[in-house]
């Protein structure tokens, strides 16, 4: 585990605010008088019922039943073990600390310190607040008793935290924190594995590291963390893609996006098209067609781009379209792997451009790829085009 000169006993004070009150029997009532005729036929101000005593049975979340995440884990996930839901629980924490973090107006106070102990050129040089909240999801899951090893975009190595524990982690602590000074959207990623029992004979530095290379498709659970206007935990066990979005006043993650599916096409690509002159002819093409409304989409297409992985992501998970880096510039392990088993469980793909990420064999834990994720029929055309991976790096700093 790396270290660094940032007090970390000060800036790891930041916890989530305590719960109010329990969130069983309350109601929210609507202020009829605010809302006109139209809004009245929204089934969105009807009194929203506690489910916390259903079990968050399918019949309490169409009635508008509350479900929180961990009811959800704990009475609805299919094959969800005791260990995951507790593991779920220290991953809850930790984002309502790392959201706190970030939305306190101390921590510009951070850019006063430095990192300047990055030994592996294969990573970005981490803020301080990455280091931050690094520090925050390493201590959640030591607490857990629930992970054998972390592996994480700000750790040159694994971490390897205890013998017994049954899952792998692996993270990208807080993504976009370039952007926090603008308080442009920002997020954390993770997935996670099972441990290879198999390879417990191993010297630590060894089974560590294949634990963490293990391919997409042996994910066991991923997920996001968006912090914006609102605080959402997305995440699949593999049956369904779920957002949650964070209640301030009672501290608990309430389901509000049950069974994502993005759309099958969407009108949105996103991508920093200012490298357009960087792009391979099929890329050119294809971005040239669609926003001409010249493709298999009559439309023409609309940019959106925020530079923050987790929000584009997450616009795209929800309106669909494509959400693109056509550069080797993302990481497989802690991105790429964890984004593509959401959206792929949610009816889209995740790309290289040329073959699906969940089919890649990671072979270093920075290993970088192009990426492209998206609606399938988006993602379908996209491919069409072949040659769509950016080979020219001229060595940009954003």
Known sequence: MQSSSIPLNHFLNFHP???L???KLYKIQPRLDLFGPRM????SIFTIKSSS?????ESSVSDNGLCTLLEYVGHKGANMSDDLVILFGHLEYASKRIAALVASPFNSSLANYSVDNVQSSERDKPKPLDIVANEIILSSLRKSGKVAVMASEEDDAPVWITDGGPFVVVTDPLDGSRNIDASIPTGT???IYNRLAEVDHLPVEEKATINSLQSGTQLVASGYVLY????IMCISFGSGTHAFTLDHGTGDFILTHPSIKIPPRGQIYSVNDARYFDWPEGLRKYIDTVRQGKG?????????????????????LLYGGVAMNPRDHLRLVYEANPLSFLVEHAGGRGSDGKQKILSIQPVKLHQRLPLFLGSLEDMEELESYEDVQQKVNPGYEV
């Not at 005593?53 to 049975?57: D, I, K, R």
């Not at 439309?299 to 530079?307: D, P, T």
């Not at 923050?308 to 992501?313: E, H, I, K, N, Y």
């Open 17 to 19: 605010k305590p719960q």
């Open 21 to 23: 009150f329990p969130p």
């Open 40 to 43: 009245l036929n929204s089934p």
């Open 53 to 57: 005593q259903m079990g968050c049975a």
């Open 189 to 191: 990623i993770f997935g």
């Open 228 to 231: 914006s206007s609102a605080t």
């Open 296 to 316: 298999k989409y009559p439309k023409k297409y609309s940019a959106r781009y925020i530079c923050s992985l987790v929000a584009d992501f997450h616009r795209t």
